[in-house]
């Protein structure tokens, strides 16, 4: 079967999906929608009505359960909620036809409904179909070429945040809550479970592990008084992500994962005291941006990390290292990212010395780039901007910007 607008590497195949996935929440949500369309389109018109709210074509399921639709089948999206709290829909290929039809429109002629399971990732090299079901309900693989021209709709799991249900040891995607997450405000909770972003997890098992990285390195130099010391009630750790076009996105960001463009940020930092003791430390924030805020060759209103890591204090390295890694998901994986910060101890000497940081990552994760922050560095207004990575026409730029108190 091939529906209008189909390209030839668009063409399904009949391969089944197979019959233990399809029990699974994402494919059952799959389905439902499927027959929902049949029967009216309850959970069509609750899209709507959300969009129209929002403009952000992209739904958690539990946006669902708010009343203000009446549901022909509650009860299914209920029990989909109670398996899976983090289960969404999102409609990637509106951003391609926005300017020819309607939201209402575009709902209504879709013609694949992609799952993306744990175990399914459009960005390996290794994936050469994605499993879907056609408009009839019929089980499909598609191929995994993202097509401008076809319409998509994508059942996953929320890729910025996890959720606690019940205040439960483990998380909905399988970590073990950190003890310190108490420390941190849930960027929503509804009902017996509170969401919270990726970062927030992240930065709560760092400091349930405590610092890393410690060590001992003799100064190999002595330098006079820094001349660009920063006092230590003013901060350099406000920074913005700014992508130089619709192109450089596509590098790091499979068309089926859009409307949004995800990036975890991992900020290595190493603090030494007088005697050469060294200890380093990692803080982590997130971007999510959604896809249609590119406007022309630039990313319209993109605000300062919401995150404020730390103050850069006297006894911290002159440099930090940054990493960003675009977040995919899957099993639970790591990524050594190491820097030799330069240490200017009580203004007396200066030191090099290699530091290693092992940053937490999922296993589909890329690594999108990475860059050194150093402290000397001038950072007036909207500072100095560090090119990340190439890609596309242009690339991907981190934009230091530096705040008084």
């Known amino acids: 079967m091939c529906f209008l607008g189909c390209e030839k590497n668009e063409i399904a195949s009949d391969t089944p ?24 389109g309850d959970l069509v018109q609750k899209q709507i009505e959300l969009y129209h709210k929002t403009g952000v074509e992209e739904f958690m399921l539990v946006d669902f359960t708010d009343g203000s639709v009446v549901l022909r089948t509650p009860s299914a999206v209920q029990n989909l909620l109670a398996q899976n709290p983090l289960l969404e829909i999102a409609y990637p290929s509106f951003a ?35 499993p879907a079901y056609d408009a009839s309900g019929n089980a499909v693989q598609i191929a995994n070429t993202f097509d401008e021209s076809v319409r998509y709709a994508v059942i996953t799991m929320d890729e910025a945040h996890d959720a606690v249900v019940n205040d439960a040891n483990t998380t909905v ?12 405000t849930p960027s929503s909770v509804v009902g017996n479970v509170k969401y919270y972003e990726e970062a927030t997890i992240r930065n709560a098992q760092y400091l349930d592990g405590g610092n890393f990285g410690t060590g001992t390195a003799n100064p190999v130099s002595f330098s006079p ?25 596509k590098v790091i ?16 930092v190493a603090a030494v005291t007088s005697n050469g003791n060294i200890t380093g430390g990692q803080f982590f924030t997130q971007v999510d941006k959604k896809w249609d805020d590119m406007d022309g060759s630039s990313w319209s209103g993109v605000a300062n990390l919401s995150q404020q890591i730390k103050t850069w204090l006297p006894s911290d390295a002159d440099t930090w290292g940054v990493l960003f890694v675009e977040s995919d998901g899957g ?15 009580n ?27 150093e402290y000397c ?18 690339g991907m730029f981190f934009r230091e910007n530096f705040q008084q108190n």
Do not use: M, W
């Open 347 to 373: 203004k007396q000497f200066e030191f090099t010395t290699p530091v290693g940081f092992v940053v937490p990552t999922k296993s589909k994760d890329d690594i999108a780039g990475s860059v050194i922050i």
């Open 253 to 268: 960001e499979s068309g089926f994962r859009l409307p949004r463009v995800e990036l975890n940020i991992t900020y290595g």
């Open 331 to 345: 099993q639970s994986a790591s990524f050594t990212f190491g820097v030799s910060p330069k240490f200017t101890v």
């Open 173 to 184: 995607k399988g970590i073990a809550k950190p003890n310190s997450l108490s420390n941190f």
């Open 17 to 40: 999906i197979g019959t233990v996935q399809s029990i699974e929440p994402v494919y059952a949500l799959a389905q439902l929608l499927v027959e929902d369309l049949k029967k009216g």
């Open 377 to 394: 560095d001038p950072a007036e207004e909207e500072g100095t901007s560090y090119k990340v990575y190439s890609g596309g026409n242009d």
């Open 96 to 130: 391609f036809f926005e300017s020819t039809e309607t939201f209402e429109q575009h709902i209504g002629r879709i013609q694949y409904y992609i799952v993306l399971d744990n175990s399914t990732d459009p960005e390996d090299a290794a994936t050469t179909t994605l």
């Open 225 to 249: 008084p820094s001349n660009c010391d920063r006092p230590a009630n003013k901060k350099d750790q406000l920074y913005k992500i700014r992508f130089s076009n619709k192109d450089a996105v």
